[in-house]
Structures are given as structure tokens and as C-alpha cells.
Nanobody
Framework: QVQLVESGGGLVQAGGSLKLSCVAS????????MGWYRQTPGNQRDVVAT???????TYADSVKGRFTVSGDNAKKTVSLQMNSLKLEDTGVYYC???????????????WGQGTQVTVSS
């Protein structure tokens, strides 16, 4: 069974930094893309940043220039460096991987359990 384990959330003052990390279990054999999503109460889960297996990154407009996503396909890890944090960055951050499990032919979406990021004034 594929599992994603996140770490690094917490409470930080506006203007500060946090780094989120996520590691996938070894049962993922191949990765197509990885990324981070954010969800706030009453809202849908929105994309924050993604990175493909080839290293192409995309960012939500609200985080461009402040957040950096990085991934390591071999280690099955994805990280999100968040700088200059704002109050509106508060939410639950979910790690996402689109990958192919060992002994399977198709790619599937997998999610972490979510980690809370709270930015205070």
C-alpha cells in the first residue's frame, strides 16, 4: 500500500519561513509528478506548486517568488520551501504524488495526511 508521510508544518509569524517535506513509501515504482495543495475550511483543495519528473515546476500566482518546490524521484521525496509567509498562506497542506505502484501498469493519485500551517500576525 502506498503511503505519503508529511512533516514540517507548524505555527510561524508573518514574514517567516517553513519547509514542508513528504516521502512516499517504496511501493511507488515510478513518479509522473509531485506537488503540494492547500485547503482551508469550507474551500476546495487548491494547487500550490507542482513538479514533474522532468523537473518542470508550476506555482499558484499567490506564491510565485516566495515558495519553491523540489523533488527527488529516486528518493521519492517532495519538499516545499515557503518564505515570506503571509496570513493567507494558512491552511492544511497536502502532499500529492501521481505515480505507478510496483507491479501495476497505471498511474494513480496519492495524498498525504495533511499538515497544518498557521501564519500569525
Amino acid at each position: 500500500q502506498v503511503q505519503l508521510v508529511e512533516s514540517g508544518g507548524g505555527l510561524v509569524q508573518a514574514g517567516g519561513s517553513l519547509k514542508l517535506s513528504c516521502v512516499a513509501s517504496a511501493t511507488i515504482f515510478s513518479i509522473n509528478s509531485m506537488g503540494w495543495y492547500r485547503q482551508t475550511p469550507g474551500n476546495q483543495r487548491d494547487v500550490v506548486a507542482t513538479i514533474t519528473s522532468g523537473g518542470t515546476t508550476t506555482y499558484a500566482d499567490s506564491v510565485k517568488g516566495r515558495f519553491t518546490v523540489s523533488g527527488d524521484n529516486a528518493k521519492k521525496t517532495v519538499s516545499l520551501q515557503m518564505n515570506s509567509l503571509k496570513l493567507e498562506d494558512t491552511g492544511v497542506y497536502y502532499c500529492h504524488i501521481n505515480g505507478r505502484p510496483r507491479y501495476y501498469s497505471g498511474y494513480f493519485d496519492y495524498w498525504g495526511q495533511g499538515t497544518q500551517v498557521t501564519v500569525s500576525s
